[in-house]
Structures are given as structure tokens and as C-alpha cells.
């Protein structure tokens, strides 16, 4: 395949890991069952249908950026410039799942420093400020990104297949990974039990109340996946474990 030909292959798999994801949580969350779980949102503000158009709007410019750098990594591997290998005897089953912890350690680095980088007084209002006009999230939110952050956040992909050895499935299992946890910090909703902020090996994970709180405040809690540079650099907002214990223990008295 040339890149024209695979091009609307690799949109459409992008199109729809963002739609899946964000579609069905908005609609389980913010529609369907709304009621059961009201109690758990976080941030008590309206939502505005043409908030949820510009969250998606700007989604979808995104897709365009991820899926044009996608389908430039799969000419690059097609042409063996990459390390992205088909037999997974060829690594093993052992290296098979480190790769897609390593993946997701170096994300987790990646995304931390490029976004307090965005953050900068004379990057933000041209390029972050787009995702932060979403100061009370939807899942929808979780693409809205300016193209410039776009292409930013794409960065890990070529840094992680001409770097790290990587099987296909590898991928695939890190690219959901990715989402899931985008449209989880982005739910605007805190479905995690109360228990867990207490849970010494499951606190370090980020929380949709951690990355809500980043929305709201600005200045706090940049972490993707774990909280561990928040805590190293003394970012993590003073109040985020408040915050998630007085949501965990709210209860709907409708």
C-alpha cells in the first residue's frame, strides 16, 4: 500500500477508537444512567450541547493529525524503519509484555513534560488554552486538542516504534490502553470506589477527579496515567485527596 491507499484504512481505526470510547462513556454516563450516578460528579456545572460541539470538533482535527502521523509510521515500517515486528517468538512473550509497560511508563513521561512545557505563559494561550476551554469536561474532551497540540501529543508514537522493539498486538493493546484512560480522566465523573485513594498499590494510577481537577484549577496535577512526577515535583494540587474523598463519600439524597 502507498499512503493514499492506506490512509482511509488508518482514519477510520482512529475515527473509531475515539467515537467508541467517548461516544459509549457519554452516553452510559451522561445519558443513560446519569441519575444512578449523579452523586459522583465532580464538577456541579451544566454541561451545553455546544460544548460538547466544540469538544468534538476539535476532536476531530485531531484524528486528522493522529492518522496522518499513523499511516506515515505504517509506510516507515513497511520500508523497515521501524522496530514494530509481526512473530512474537521473535521477542517472546516475556518482552511482550514489558514492551507495553515500557510504552506506557515512556507516555507517561512524554505527556508530563510536554504538558507543563504547554503551559508555559507564551505556549499556552496559542496552543493549550483550546483544550483547556473545557474547564468542566466531557469524555468528548479527551481528543479536543489544538493541531499543534495534536502533533505534539502524537510525538510518543515515532519515539516509541524507532526505539522500542514493539509487537502489532502490543500496539494495538497500548493505543486502547490510551484511550481508555484519556476518556476515564476526562469522564467528569468519579466512578473508583472511596477505598482506593487509601489503597497503597493502586493510588499511584491518576484518577478522573486528579485530571478533572487540573481542568478546573490549571496549575496542578499534569500527570496522564500515574501520579508518581506530580508527587516527585510537587504539582499534585494540595487538595486532590479531599477532593476525591468528599466525592467517593457524596450520596444522591434526590
Known amino acids: 500500500m502507498n499512503f493514499f491507499d492506506a490512509y482511509p484504512y488508518v482514519l477510520l481505526i482512529d475515527f473509531l477508537r475515539y467515537v467508541l470510547a467517548a461516544g459509549m462513556a457519554y452516553l452510559?454516563?451522561?445519558?443513560?444512567?446519569?441519575?444512578?450516578?449523579?452523586?459522583?460528579?465532580i464538577q456541579r456545572r451544566s454541561i451545553k450541547s455546544s460544548q460538547v460541539l466544540y469538544e468534538i470538533k476539535y476532536s476531530i482535527s485531531t484524528i486528522i493529525v493522529f492518522?496522518?502521523?499513523?499511516?506515515s509510521i505504517l509506510m516507515a515500517k513497511q520500508s523497515g524503519y521501524t522496530l514494530i515486528y509481526e512473530d512474537i517468538s521473535e521477542k517472546g512473550w516475556l518482552w511482550f509484555s514489558l514492551s507495553i509497560v515500557l510504552m506506557i511508563l515512556i507516555?507517561?513521561?512524554w505527556?508530563?513534560?510536554?504538558?507543563?512545557l504547554m503551559h508555559h505563559p507564551r505556549i499556552f494561550k496559542h496552543v493549550h488554552l483550546v483544550h483547556h476551554r473545557s474547564t468542566s469536561p466531557t469524555p468528548w474532551a479527551a481528543y479536543s486538542f489544538h493541531p499543534i497540540e495534536a502533533i505534539i501529543e502524537a510525538g510518543i508514537f515515532?519515539?516509541?516504534?524507532?526505539?522500542?522493539?514493539a509487537h502489532e498486538t502490543?500496539?494495538?493493546?497500548?493505543?486502547?490502553?490510551?484511550?481508555?484512560?484519556?476518556?476515564?480522566g476526562h469522564l467528569g465523573m468519579e466512578l473508583l470506589p472511596k477505598s482506593f485513594i487509601d489503597n497503597r498499590y493502586l493510588n499511584w494510577h491518576t484518577t478522573t477527579v486528579h485530571h478533572d481537577m487540573h481542568h478546573r484549577y490549571f496549575n496542578s496535577n499534569y500527570g496522564l496515567y500515574f501520579t508518581w512526577w506530580d508527587k516527585w515535583l510537587k504539582t499534585e494540587h494540595g487538595k486532590y485527596v479531599e477532593t476525591f474523598e468528599k466525592i467517593t463519600h457524596s450520596k444522591d439524597t434526590n
Request: hydrophobic share 55%.
Open 170 to 184: 502490543a500496539l494495538l493493546i497500548f493505543l486502547i490502553y490510551m484511550i481508555l484512560r484519556n476518556v476515564q
Open 28 to 41: 452510559l454516563f451522561w445519558k443513560f444512567f446519569k441519575k444512578t450516578v449523579k452523586h459522583r460528579i
Open 67 to 71: 492518522s496522518i502521523i499513523g499511516c
Open 107 to 109: 507516555h507517561d513521561t
Open 158 to 165: 515515532p519515539i516509541i516504534v524507532f526505539i522500542i522493539p
Open 111 to 116: 505527556f508530563y513534560w510536554t504538558h507543563r
